[in-house]
């Protein structure tokens, strides 16, 4: 596996790669590693893996965003553009979805009790702020990338990408106070890619 390291970005740190093991040729592999800000792991940051060079096929999915026990849950979700998100509420209290937005992509899916959904398809690419009207500390992050093969990073700063067909892509963090391009990755086909991402941030941003 080979990454190169994208110069032009004055905020990236360190792209070290771990290891690469052995892979069958033509198979779709699995890229798994931890992100650093500095020597902190971050959580609930997405990892996207974009294509370069070549164009992938929408998969118009279906994700869900579950109210339980007065939260969001997952917080982070990322999804390709033209997928539908369902937000089920599983409390016994009645529940609402909005998100603040810009004046084309706010919206507001109405308060409606235990047991129902309400979907909503996101066309456009950038992050949607979740929100509840009728309980203010609820929020999510709804990310919508040009991209299927993205992770979420967990408490440790872990995350995997799976089914990544092997080819050239362009790393792109987000977090919901800072996005940063990391760099270009090689991935082999078949078996499995480890790396470890650190970025730093600019002078005034809010890491956390």
Not at 26 to 40: C, D, K, Y
Not at 92 to 98: K, T
Not at 111 to 127: A, K, N, V
Not at 168 to 184: K, P, Q, S
């Amino acid at each position: 596996m080979t990454v190169r390291p994208m110069m032009r970005t004055r905020a990236l740190g360190v792209l070290a790669v771990a290891l690469s093991v052995p892979y069958q040729a033509g198979a779709q592999g699995t890229v798994s590693g931890t992100l650093l800000l500095g020597r902190e792991t971050v959580a609930s940051a997405v990892v996207q893996l974009i294509p370069i060079g070549r164009r992938e096929d929408p998969r118009a999915d279906t994700a869900l965003i579950d109210q339980s026990h007065l939260r969001f849950n997952p917080r982070v979700v990322p999804v390709q553009v033209g997928s539908t998100v369902e937000f089920l509420n599983s409390d016994p209290i009645m529940h609402n979805v909005f998100s603040p937005g810009r004046t084309d992509s706010a919206f507001d899916l109405g308060t409606y009790p235990m047991g129902q959904s309400r979907f909503r398809t996101f066309d456009q690419e950038g992050s949607y702020v979740i929100l509840c009207h009728v309980h203010p500390e609820m929020v999510a992050w709804v990310v919508v990338s040009p991209t299927s093969f993205a992770g979420v990073t967990r408490r440790d700063g872990g995350f995997v990408v799976e089914s990544v067909p092997p080819g050239a892509y362009e790393v792109r963090i987000w977090h919901r106070r800072w996005t940063r391009d990391a760099g270009t990755l090689d991935v082999p086909a078949g078996g499995i890619s480890r790396w470890t991402i650190r970025v730093t941030l600019d002078d005034g941003e809010d890491g956390r």
